[in-house]
C-alpha cells in the first residue's frame, strides 16, 4: 500500500517561500496512472485543492493560486515537492500530500493522502 | 468553480442510527465526479466514495451514497462508534477540485 509523508519547515516568514516535499513509498511516482497532489486545510478555507503533478511534469494548479505555486518531481528519490511564493498568514493551514488516482474516466481524485503537515506563516 | 454546500452543519445521533448527509452543488457536477471523504480529528481525510457511489477499497457496506446533476447524498445505515467524525464532499470533474465545508456527524 502506498505511502506518503508530508516533510519541511513548520514556521515560515511573511513574503518568503513556502517548500515542502512529499516522500513516497509502497509505489513509485513514476507509475501511470497517477497524478500527485497538494491539498491544504486552514481554519477559514476548509480543504483547498492546489494543484497536481505527473511523473512527466505536466501539472494543473488551482487558479487561485496558480501565479505563486509550482510544483516538482524527482522520480530518482521518489518524492515531489511544492512551493508557495509571498506567502501571508492566510497561507497559514495544514499541508497534505496525496495520490490522486484516475478510477474510471478522465477525471482524478485524491485517494491516499500522507499524515499532513501544518505550516504557520509568522514572523 | 464549483460550489458545494453540505447540510446539516452538524448531525446529533446515537450508535445504531442511520445518518444522512446531504451534498448541493451550485452547477452540474460533470458525469457524477463527486466523492465522499471522512476525516478524523488529527487524521488526513479518508476517502469513501468517488463516482457518486462506488466505495473505495475496504469501505465497509453501511456507507452508501448516491445522487446526480446538483443533489448528492451520503448515507450511513447504522452508525457504529468509529463512524462519528467529519465527512467533506468533493468535486472532481474539472479544475479546480472543490470541497465542501463539512458535516460533523456527533454522538447525541
Known amino acids: 500500500q502506498v505511502q506518503l509523508q508530508e516533510s519541511g519547515p513548520g514556521l515560515v516568514k511573511p513574503s518568503q517561500t513556502l517548500s515542502l516535499t512529499c516522500s513516497v513509498s509502497?509505489?513509485?511516482?513514476?507509475?501511470?496512472?497517477?497524478?500527485w497532489s497538494w491539498i491544504r486545510q486552514g481554519p477559514t478555507r476548509g480543504l483547498e485543492w492546489i494543484g497536481f503533478?505527473?511523473?512527466?511534469?505536466?501539472?494543473y494548479y488551482n487558479p487561485s493560486l496558480q501565479s505563486r505555486v509550482s510544483m516538482s518531481v524527482d522520480t530518482s528519490q521518489n518524492q515531489f515537492s511544492l512551493r508557495l511564493n509571498s506567502v501571508t498568514a492566510a497561507d497559514t493551514a495544514v499541508y497534505y500530500c496525496?495520490?490522486?488516482?484516475?478510477?474510471?474516466?478522465?477525471?482524478?481524485?485524491?485517494?491516499?493522502w500522507g499524515p499532513g503537515t501544518l505550516v504557520t506563516v509568522s514572523s | 468553480e464549483v460550489v458545494l454546500t453540505q447540510s446539516p452543519g452538524t448531525l446529533s445521533l446515537s450508535p445504531g442510527e442511520r445518518a444522512t448527509l446531504s451534498c448541493r452543488a451550485s452547477?452540474?457536477?460533470?458525469?457524477?465526479?463527486l466523492a465522499w471523504y471522512q476525516q478524523k480529528p488529527g487524521q488526513a481525510p479518508r476517502l469513501l466514495i468517488y463516482?457518486?457511489?462506488t466505495r473505495a477499497t475496504g469501505i465497509p457496506d453501511r456507507f452508501s451514497a448516491s445522487g446526480s446533476g446538483t443533489d448528492f447524498t451520503l448515507t450511513i445505515s447504522r452508525l457504529e462508534p468509529e463512524d462519528f467524525a467529519v465527512y467533506y464532499c468533493?468535486?472532481?470533474?474539472?479544475?479546480?477540485?472543490?470541497f465542501g465545508g463539512g458535516t460533523k456527524v456527533e454522538i447525541k
Open positions: 496525496a495520490r490522486a488516482n484516475r478510477f474510471s474516466g478522465t477525471y482524478y481524485t485524491p485517494d491516499y
Open positions: 509502497g509505489g513509485s511516482v513514476s507509475t501511470g496512472p497517477y497524478y
Open positions: 503533478i505527473y511523473h512527466s511534469g505536466s501539472t
Open positions: 452547477q452540474s457536477v460533470r458525469s457524477n465526479f
Open positions: 463516482g457518486t457511489s
Open positions: 468533493q468535486h472532481y470533474g474539472g479544475s479546480p477540485l472543490t
